[in-house]
């Protein structure tokens, strides 16, 4: 049995501390890697690889190695705390208020991949710093030497606003991008998503999906356009790691995927969007950590259903 | 040669004087059932109600009539002036500014249809005073007496906050109705938009489409709901009018249908997006006034693929 495994993520495990319109909750499990690599279990084999503090809780180890992740880059410092983050939504929810930010055992974070994790089929390196993005990517093998044929990465307001051209070098070295529309906006300088979406193709990246929350998202490729509303969710509780929910099923699709074209991105964001709709159900990984394949095909099949004319 | 027109709408003609980014015109033809039955007139025989003044230029008029629309449910007061609306638009261009509203011969407006006009197959309400929406319903026929199959309506958040009652006797009288995301919010009370689509067809009607600008629209009936994003457009110029262009191709489309299900109206909102996609891409009924069907057509097509995993 290979212990490769289909897909990496490297990103954050957190704390959050949440509230919004429908509670309030303190130290839940979150980060983007968590979100992700939780997502992508139910479609792959997922290596993760990430940091956390003496303080995370064999419990939140067991739910992620109880979905089949492999923790082998999971580093633990016994004299850090784990990065904790805590946040607000008011009214749609459409945009978290940062109240704190506890770096912690991410402010010295140098992630090292196992040697397994260098031949994985799929990589995404979440929203992290750019250099350390850049810096797994010089951990990769190439594709033609068993190294990864999709790699795709995330980022966030903060690094291009200090670190772009780092940002923009990494950019200029992976496959696909993913990140919501304000950052599209700001990275380009288009306040239209369509020219935005168009311009972050000239930076490097064959493939851009654009995350639009509640409506939906855009994928940009030399070949195509497409456009897909988000899953209608009646309650949403908490929006927290919606997008590298969607990331980690889009890219968890694509990984087992022999292709990855435009038409597999597609249906691949389908499986990416109905994820999304269970993760915003409730807090944290409440909806998505006891979540079976077929409750995720049955919400792909309606979500198929809701946008064909 | 029969004429009865497949389609009548009520509503205003208007002068518009508009900011945007793109530009400042002022003196422009404008107003709800304008830009409605322009709309339709690229998919059926629309009959247009409503009043203008002395100031309203020949030339205004031949532009509807060129389109094969029939004006002889305007009427044109003598002695006022045409109905005028100024606005600005800013950024996103997501919402208007009102910066002047004056009525002139709007205030007095008492709609009276057309013989003909009342045996329409469809009939379309737009926004206006729901009294006198209301006065329009009287004055058509029933559908077994030669009367429309198919009613609908528009309004806005001035008549959800100073005229609810008269607008929820006019909503329980129609089969459809066309609102912004806002004002669904607004009637209905529900942040949540799928919530308020549902508790919308509470009201009364069979179906309730909610346009939400560039993130698309969603039609609620008790068969299926539906999830269509707006066309892409690179460079809007001009928003005024995408809502009243996407209702009269999505009218226009339906009256000429024999049946009104869901699926009919699922497909009419593509031809109402790819309509509205040229209204914004200019000022006033610039990209619509020669607008041929293969064009629309080509559109639609697009769209389709675009929406298509």
């Known amino acids: 049995m290979s212990s490769i495994p289909d ?21 839940l499990l979150g980060g983007s890697a968590t979100y992700f690599s939780v997502a992508a279990s139910s479609l792959c084999k997922v290596g993760l690889v990430g940091v956390v503090g003496a303080d995370f809780p064999a419990a939140s180890r067991m739910l992620l190695e109880g979905r089949g992740i492999d923790t082998r880059g999971l580093e633990v410092k016994a004299d850090g705390r784990t990065f904790h983050w805590a946040g607000r939504y008011e ?8 109240l704190a930010t506890d770096l912690n055992v991410l402010s010295t974070f140098t992630p090292r991949l196992p040697e397994d994790f260098r031949r994985a089929r799929a990589v995404f390196l979440a929203n992290i710093d750019p250099t350390i993005q850049g810096a797994v990517l010089d951990q990769l093998l190439p594709p033609e030497g068993g190294g990864p044929r999709l790699v795709a990465m995330d980022t966030m307001n903060l690094w291009i606003q200090v670190a772009q051209p780092a940002l923009r070098k990494v950019l200029a070295r992976v496959d696909g991008l993913f990140l919501n529309d304000a950052e599209a906006r700001q990275l380009t300088g288009k306040g239209n998503l369509v020219a935005a979406g168009k311009a972050l193709l000239g930076l490097g990246p064959r493939f851009v999906i654009v995350k639009k929350g509640e409506h939906g998202s855009f994928l940009f490729s030399p070949e195509r356009f497409y456009a897909l509303p988000s899953f209608p969710v009646e309650e949403v509780v908490d929006p927290t790691g919606a997008g590298d929910t969607f990331a980690g099923a889009v890219m968890g699709f694509a990984a087992t995927s022999a292709r990855h074209d435009a038409a597999r991105l597609c249906e691949a964001m389908l499986y990416g969007t109905a994820m999304a709709s269970f993760t915003v159900s409730d807090f944290s990984l409440e909806a998505l950590r006891g979540l079976q394949r077929a409750q995720l095909e049955r919400r792909v099949e309606d979500l198929r259903r809701f946008v064909q004319p």
């Not at 957190?14 to 130290?27: K, M, Q, V």
């Open 91 to 98: 009214g749609a929810m459409d945009q978290a208020q940062t």
């Open 7 to 27: 897909l990496v993520v490297v990103g954050t495990l957190a704390f959050d501390d949440i509230e919004t319109p429908a509670g309030r909750r303190s130290g």
